[in-house]
């Protein structure tokens, strides 16, 4: 047999450099390769196994609807696809909106921006995003992406204009509060909006919290995005690709603001079915739906709304809810965010600790906490955070970086004991290795 690492064109890597063992099974926060070892996980991969590894309920869910149907194209209608639109409504609220089924997170942000632009009547209305952000690598979602991954896309193609990220940790000026930091941010994307003209404008799209390029905005934030887009007659997208199913504590993390938060579109995947098989989602208010009613509707793939994906969304949703996953990502999260401010305290090369409204945590590595210098110009990573990788892996522990980040999601469902050791491992990393 040909080994993987030359059949394959793996995604995110340098090609001569992949390296990595073959992984053959899971459970709950752990999975194991073809050698026997165990790993426990501390990303659910790629942030996306909410529900752990193998889930039962998910399993037979697929299992089940494999047995009955397939597949069926949009043309016809699919039970497990309406009872997950409708599930969906539910949770998040939008009575007389919509859902709209997609293959992943790329694909979602992608017709969330083309609805948005119907809905607005602005069809090439410009879309705001942020600088280090993440919406996913399909050519548009690259160009919506203020990435140092995607910079090959040209934004001005596909309208994109990108405003600074809520940094506050290094964009705030001396002694100003997170609020007042927020606030200004937001009112310099106010600005932008205005420069531009609202008219020409057709949406906002950002992450509410969490996010992959490791910046979590000040609490402030999202509710004062909301009013400001609102204020200025322009839609607002919340990507909650990543944030969503727990991962920060709320269904949908603009629910920790209330219906203050409330965006005026939403898009999901990853946690939809906590990653057992592909799914995105695009939930649009009642507002937005309207405008879409009568005329055609230019979107979807083949497999849009697959019935087995929408079968394991649909139970994915029970699971979280019966085993309260929600309740718990908050309730760890706490202590999540406890535990590595004490590490702060004992490790200086820790500059800041961002999240903990869920289960989802950045640990920012700086050379110098005093002057918060880069341990690396982002976004290299330092040799020592690889070797902190390695030996945690073979210590039995996989935890994800990136740059100078570490970045903590592990799945909703982790043992108690599991994260505390986990942590305890990190702690005694961190003071092992040489960070000069
Ligand atoms: C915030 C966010 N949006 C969008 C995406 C893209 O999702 P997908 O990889 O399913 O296309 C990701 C993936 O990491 C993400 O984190």
């Known amino acids: ?16 450099d992949w390296r990595a063992p073959t992984i053959v099974g899971g459970r709950g926060a752990r999975f194991w390769d073809e050698n026997g070892r165990e790993y426990l996980d ?15 309920k998910l399993v037979r869910a697929i299992r089940d609807q494999a047995e009955k149907l397939c597949f069926v194209t949009a043309s016809w209608g699919a039970g497990p696809r309406a009872a997950l639109a409708e599930r969906l409504l539910e949770r998040s609220g939008y009575a007389g909106g919509r859902v709209f089924f997609t293959l992943g997170g790329a694909d979602a942000n992608e017709n969330a921006v083309r609805f948005a632009r119907l809905a607005s009547g602005r069809p090439a209305g410009a879309i705001v995003t942020r600088e280090r952000s993440y919406h996913g690598a399909s050519q548009a979602a690259m160009a919506l992406s ?20 809520p940094y506050a940790y290094r964009d705030a000026h001396p002694g100003e509060e997170p609020a007042a930091f927020a606030r200004r941010n937001v009112a310099a994307i ?11 404008v057709a949406a906002v799209l ?6 992959t390029n490791g910046i979590v905005a000040p609490d402030e934030y999202w509710p004062l995005l909301r009013a400001e887009t609102a204020g200025l007659g322009v839609l607002l997208i919340a990507d909650e690709v990543m944030s969503g199913f727990g991962r920060c504590g709320e269904w949908f993390a603009w629910q920790r ?70 309740e718990r990502s908050k309730v760890l999260g706490r202590e999540l965010l406890a535990r ?64 100078n980040l570490i970045i903590l999601a592990p799945p909703l469902v982790i043992e108690e004991n599991d994260l505390q050791d986990a942590l305890a491992l ?4 961190l003071g092992e290795l040489d960070w000069s």
Not at 45 to 51: D, G, I, T, V, Y
Not at 190 to 200: K, S
Not at 378 to 384: D, I, Y
Request: net charge neutral; aromatic share 4%; with cysteine.
């Open 1 to 16: 047999m040909i080994p993987e690492r030359l059949s394959v064109l793996h995604s995110w890597c340098v090609q001569a």
């Open 190 to 200: 106010g600005e932008t909006i205005a420069r531009l003209g609202a008219q020409a």
């Open 206 to 211: 950002m992450e509410p919290d969490a996010g």
């Open 426 to 429: 990190m702690d005694s990393l």
């Open 42 to 56: 501390m990303s659910s991969l790629a942030e996306c196994m909410n529900l752990g590894h193998q889930h039962p």
């Open 340 to 403: 590595l401010l004490a590490m702060r305290s004992r490790h200086a090369v820790i500059g800041d600790v961002r999240g903990g409204h869920g289960l989802f945590a950045v640990v920012e590595l700086v050379r110098d906490r005093g002057t918060r210098q880069m341990l690396r110009p982002w976004p290299e990573t330092h040799p020592s955070l690889r070797e902190f990788v390695s030996r945690a892996r073979d210590r039995g522990v996989s935890f994800a970086t990136r740059g």
């Open 257 to 326: 603001h209330g219906e203050a938060g409330r965006p005026d579109l939403m898009t999901l995947a990853k946690g939809l079915t906590g990653a057992h098989l592909p799914l995105g989602a695009v939930v649009v208010s009642a507002q937005v739906a309207a405008p879409l009613e009568h005329r055609m509707l230019n979107a979807g793939l083949t497999y849009c709304g697959h019935p087995l994906s929408c079968a394991a969304g649909v139970a994915a949703l029970e699971a979280y809810a019966e085993e309260g996953l929600i």
């Open 146 to 165: 203020g990435d140092s991954r995607t910079v090959e896309v040209d934004p001005a193609l596909y309208g994109v204009v990108r405003v600074p990220p």
